[in-house]
C-alpha cells in the first residue's frame, strides 16, 4: 500500500508540472466527436479550470480525453446510456470539484460495470455521488482515492454487490450515504475509513446483513440512521462509536434482534428512536448509554418485552414507549432519575406493569394509554411532580390509579381520566394540591362511581380552570352528583396537612394510628403494589393487626367522617 501511495504522489506532481490549463468557463461533452476532437479543438489543454459535464445519448467512450490530468472546478458524467467504460481517464488525478456518476434516476450510466479508467484519480475535493447506475457491480476503479473532500454517496445501483474501490479511503468531509442498492451484502471495503464529518446513513439496502467494515469510525457522528435494512440482524460494526452529536434512528430492520454494535455510545445530543424493528426483543447493546439529551422513543417493535439493556440511563428529554405489542413491563429503566419532558406510555397492549421507572422523581408530563392489560400504575410511586398534564385514558383493564399515592402537584396542567371502563377506583390523586390543576376531565369511566376523594373535592370548591365530568357511573356522572358527594368531606386549605399519623413505620404485627381526638376514623382499606385489597376493617379502637401481611410496601387509606387521608406502610 505504501508503495502504491508512493507512486501516486510521484504522479500527482510529475502531472502538474507539465499542465496546461483552458476552459474557465468549463465545458460539456453532449457528443462522442466532441470527446473525439477534444485534443483537436483543444491543443495542449491537461487541466480544465472549470466544470465538466459528460452527457450524450451517443457517447460510447472517453479515450479523447486521455490527456487530462486535473479538473478544477467539478465533474459530472450523466445519462449516458452507450457509455460502458470511464477508460480515457487513466491520467486523471485531481478534481478539485465533486464527482458525480450517474445521478440521473431515468437513466443513470446503465452499461457502467465498474468505474475502471478513474485508476489514477487522488484527490477529489468535493463530494462523491454515484448514483442509478444500474449495471453497476463494484466501484473498482476508485483504489487510489484516500478522502473524499464532500460527501460520499452510494445510492440506487440496483446491481451493486460491495464496494470495492473503496478500499484506501480513510476520511469524507460530509455524509456518508449508503441508500437503496438492492444487491449490496457487504461495505468490508470501508474498513480503513476513521473519519466522517457528517451523517452516517445506511438504509433500504435488502440484501445487506451486516454491517463489518465500519468499525475504524471514531470521529463523532452527527446523525445515524441505520434504517429498512431487511436482513440486518445486529449492528455489529459500529463498536468504535461513543458519541452522537445529533440524532439516532434504527428503524423497519425487520430481521433485526440485537442493537450489539452500539455497545460502547455513552450519549446522544438530541433523539433517539428504536421502532419498527418487529424481531427486536430486547435492547442489549445500549447497556453503556447514559444520556439522551432529547426524545427517547421506542415504538412498534412487535417482538419487545423488555427495555433489558438500558440500564445505565439515568436521563432523558422525553421518553415514549409505543405500540410494543408484547412489551410485559419496563424493567431496565431502573436508573432513570429524570425525564425533562414527557413519559407518553401507550398501544402497549401486553404491558401489565409499569415497574421499571420507579426512581424517576419529576417529569415534564405524563400520558398514559390504551394499554389494554394494564391495571394499575404502580412503578410510579416515586413520582412526587409532574410538570405537565396528567393523563391517563383508554386502558380497559385499569381498575385504580395505585402507584400515583405521592404525586402532589402537576403544575398547573390538566389532568386526564378517561374511558377507563374498568376504572372504579381514583383514591391514589387525593394527596393532589388543587391550585396545581389547571382543568378537570373524568370522562367515560363507566365503572366509576366514587371520585369524592380530597383533590376533586377541593378542586370543585375552588376550580382553577374547565371541569368536565360525565358518562361515568352514577355518583360520578356530572360535576354536581360529585360535590354532593363531597359534602361529608371537609374542603381543606390548600397545603394543609392531615392530623391523622399511623406508627410504627416500618411496623412489624400491629400498627398504630393517632389523631383520632379531632375525627372518628370510619374505616380502614390497606392495598399492596398491585392495587389489591389486603386488609379492611372498621376501626373501633387505635390498634390494627397487621400479623398476616407479608413483607413488602403497602398503602393505608383511613376514611373518617370528613376526610379520607393516604399513608404508605412499610412491613418488615
Known amino acids: 500500500m505504501k508503495k ?57 467512450n472517453l479515450y479523447g480525453l486521455i490527456v487530462l490530468n486535473s479538473i478544477a472546478g467539478g465533474c459530472e458524467i450523466i445519462s449516458n446510456i452507450a457509455l460502458a467504460s470511464l477508460s480515457g481517464l487513466e491520467n486523471l488525478i485531481s478534481i478539485e470539484g465533486s464527482l458525480k456518476i450517474g445521478v440521473s434516476s431515468f437513466t443513470g450510466n446503465p452499461l457502467l460495470a465498474d468505474l475502471s479508467g478513474l485508476d489514477n484519480l487522488v484527490l477529489l475535493g468535493g463530494d462523491l455521488v454515484v448514483k442509478f447506475n444500474h449495471g453497476l457491480e463494484s466501484l473498482a476503479g476508485l483504489n487510489n482515492l484516500n478522502s473524499v473532500g464532500g460527501n460520499l454517496n452510494i445510492e440506487f445501483n440496483s446491481m451493486l454487490l460491495s464496494l470495492y474501490g473503496l478500499d484506501n479511503v480513510t476520511s469524507t468531509g460530509g455524509d456518508l450515504i449508503i441508500k437503496k442498492n438492492d444487491l449490496l451484502t457487504s461495505i468490508v471495503s470501508l474498513q480503513n475509513l476513521t473519519s466522517i464529518d457528517g451523517d452516517l446513513s445506511v438504509y433500504f439496502n435488502e440484501k445487506l446483513a451486516e454491517l463489518s467494515g465500519l468499525e475504524n469510525l471514531s470521529s ?28 439516532v434512528y434504527i428503524s423497519g430492520n425487520y430481521a433485526l434482534i440485537s442493537l450489539a454494535g452500539l ?10 428512536k428504536i421502532q419498527w424493528n418487529y424481531s427486536l426483543n430486547n435492547l442489549s447493546g445500549l447497556e453503556n448509554l447514559n444520556y439522551v439529551s432529547d426524545a427517547f422513543e421506542v415504538s412498534h417493535n412487535h417482538e419487545l418485552i423488555n427495555l433489558s439493556g438500558l440500564e445505565s440511563l439515568t436521563h432523558i428529554g422525553g421518553l415514549s414507549i409505543g405500540g410494543n405489542w408484547n412489551l410485559l413491563n419496563l424493567t431496565g429503566l431502573e436508573n432513570l432519575t429524570s425525564s425533562e419532558s414527557y413519559i407518553s406510555i401507550s398501544n402497549n397492549f401486553s404491558l401489565s406493569s409499569l415497574i421499571g421507572i420507579g426512581n424517576v422523581v419529576t417529569i ?52 386526564w381520566i378517561s374511558s377507563n371502563s374498568s376504572l372504579h377506583d381514583i383514591l391514589a390523586i387525593s394527596n393532589m394540591k388543587v391550585d396545581s390543576i389547571s382543568g378537570l376531565h373524568i370522562l367515560y369511566n363507566y365503572d366509576l362511581s366514587i371520585c369524592d376523594v380530597q383533590s376533586i373535592c377541593e378542586y370543585l370548591a375552588n376550580p382553577f380552570g374547565t371541569i368536565e365530568i360525565s358518562n361515568n357511573a352514577t355518583g360520578c356522572n356530572s360535576p354536581e352528583e360529585v360535590e354532593e358527594a363531597c359534602e361529608t368531606i371537609s374542603i381543606s386549605e390548600t397545603g394543609s396537612e392531615s392530623q391523622i399519623l399511623i406508627y410504627p413505620n416500618p411496623a412489624q404485627n400491629e400498627l398504630f394510628i393517632n389523631g383520632l381526638s379531632e375525627s372518628e376514623i370510619l374505616e380502614v382499606n390497606i392495598f399492596n403494589q398491585l392495587g389489591q385489597t389486603v386488609l379492611h376493617e372498621k376501626l373501633f379502637n387505635d390498634k390494627i393487626d397487621i400479623s398476616g401481611l407479608k413483607l413488602g410496601l403497602y398503602f393505608v387509606y383511613i376514611n373518617t367522617d370528613d376526610s379520607v387521608n393516604l399513608m404508605k406502610l412499610v412491613i418488615n
Not at 457522528?221 to 462509536?241: A, F, H, K, P, Y
Not at 455497545?263 to 433517539?272: E, R, T
Open 4 to 60: 502504491v501511495g508512493f507512486v501516486s504522489v510521484l504522479l500527482f506532481v510529475s502531472f502538474f508540472a507539465n499542465s496546461q490549463g483552458c476552459l474557465p468557463e468549463g465545458i460539456t461533452f453532449a457528443t462522442q466527436d466532441e470527446i473525439d476532437n477534444f485534443q483537436t479543438n483543444y491543443p495542449g489543454c491537461t487541466e480544465i479550470e472549470g466544470d465538466v459535464l459528460i452527457e450524450g445519448d451517443s457517447i460510447t
Open 220 to 247: 463523532n457522528i452527527v446523525n445515524l440512521t441505520i434504517q429498512d435494512n431487511d436482513l440486518l440482524t445486529s449492528l455489529e460494526g459500529l463498536e468504535s462509536l461513543t458519541s452522537i452529536s445529533n440524532d
Open 263 to 272: 455497545d460502547n455510545l455513552l450519549n446522544i445530543g438530541d433523539d433517539l
Open 364 to 415: 415534564g408530563g405524563v400520558n398514559i394509554y390504551n394499554n389494554n392489560a394494564l391495571i394499575n400504575l404502580t412503578g410510579l410511586e416515586s413520582i412526587t411532580t409532574i410538570e405537565g398534564s396528567l393523563s391517563i385514558n383508554g386502558n380497559i383493564s385499569l381498575s385504580n390509579l395505585s402507584g400515583l399515592e405521592n404525586v402532589t402537584s402537576i403544575g398547573n396542567g390538566s389532568l
